[in-house]
């Protein structure tokens, strides 16, 4: 069984409570590996490391064109891991290697985008009002950063942050997932092989009570990026008000999936699959509101179960699976549990309802690929994030009915609208209310496309050129160049 070691100062370590605690492999349900189980006292070696690579020695005084060449030869070295990184996410997180190896080949492009990005952050010269003055502004590191990581998508979710908070000039500390911890500690090692001082980047694992408070609070720290439930996010939103560190919250979905009877039908029922059976629906922009017009609902709901009924589930690694485990006991409970109560509200099951339990499953913690039809959206199961293969499928009668059901939800992450007619996609991208609107696609991104979330789905934006100024703070620089000094007692 393999122990990992915290990172803390370019260095790996026991944890100062001598405690390691276990994690599992979804598909088989058996513990690989052990993990370190940081405390306050990891976390204020980490934060001091970060603070002191933050303000002295080598990183503090790089050039921020310097700082894009390590970013670039981290990329490269990503590159290189991205298999064997890919290996580990799907050991501890259960999802397919085809899609967390697409994940990993794709992540050195974060690096290379941010990296480039690193010496073009430029300030501005003020034409002041006043003469007798030069005035200028810098864009400078907003100090050291805190990533608080969930499990669905441990290394992408943490480029998001890591990348723009490096071409900034910040340092980090990440505490990644209790449940998935084990791929940010390798990935750890690429830092110090890609020549970044020590202390710029580091990882405290552990649990959110634990370490992730202690980082909250830890006055040092300056920002928490974060990605998780909305209801951790507002728990440490509060706290961070209180102490006046900015933050930034990427929080959970509920994402309509719109279906118009001029669509092209082929590609929406492809839509409707990947939008929610892909990574066994445990993604923030999983489509688990299907709303399909009325005048084409039968027909719909037909072709979706043709597709959807062959979905093969099993080992992760297979690259014949289709749909993987759920990552984590409490989350299976939780998929199952939604399902209940979707059935005690009325919805019908016309697909799946219970646990995996083919052959293929073994000891996995498998949820058959589930559709409800008839569901209203004022049941829980249409309003609450359920973060499982669990779609439910609405219909509507108009174009303004679907949109009054598609924004009637606290959420805001995504949503996709599916149509031949050009004026109804660009009416609907403009009245949806979320972060990401795809016209006839689903669930694709980018690091040049800013994503985050309206309404409860989060505060704030990653990737493109916009979220550097999230780890970005701004000082005027007054010079006078005449401008005589007068009596400080009367006003000016
Ligand atoms: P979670 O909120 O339970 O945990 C997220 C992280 O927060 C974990 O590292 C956890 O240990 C830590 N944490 C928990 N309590 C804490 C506390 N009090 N203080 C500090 N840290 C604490 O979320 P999860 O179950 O790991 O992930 C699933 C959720 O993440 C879903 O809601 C999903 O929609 C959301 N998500 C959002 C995005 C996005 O980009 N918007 C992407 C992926 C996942």
Known sequence: MKRYQLHIDGQY????????????????????AEIPRGDEQDVDLAVQAAHRALTTGPWAEMTATQRGALMRKLGDLIAQEATSLAETEVRDNGKLFAEMHGQLNYLPQWFYYYGGLADKIEGSTLPLDKKGYFAFTRHEPVGVVVAITPWNSPLLLLAWKLAPALAAGCTVVVKPSEFTSASTLEFAALFEKAGFPPGVFNVVTGFGAEVGTALVEHPLVAKISFTGSDATGRIINEKAARLLKHTSMELGGKSPNVVFEDADLEQAVFGA????????????????RLLVQRSIHDEFVKRLLEVARSARMGDPMSADTQVGPVTTPPQFKKVLDYIDVAKKEGATVVLGGKKGTAPECGNGWFVEPTIFTGVRNDMRIAQEEVFGPVLSIISFEDEADALRIANDVRFGLAAAVWTTDIGRAIRMSEKLQAGTVWVNTYRAVSFMAPFGGYKDSGLGRENGIEAVKAFLQTKSVWINTGAVASNPFVMR
């Open 13 to 32: 370590r026991a944890p100062k409570s001598g405690a390691w605690f276990e994690t599992q492999n979804p598909f088989t349900g058996e513990t690989w």
């Open 273 to 288: 699959i990947s939008g929610i059976f892909a990574a066994t629906g445990q993604t923030c922009i999983a489509g688990s």
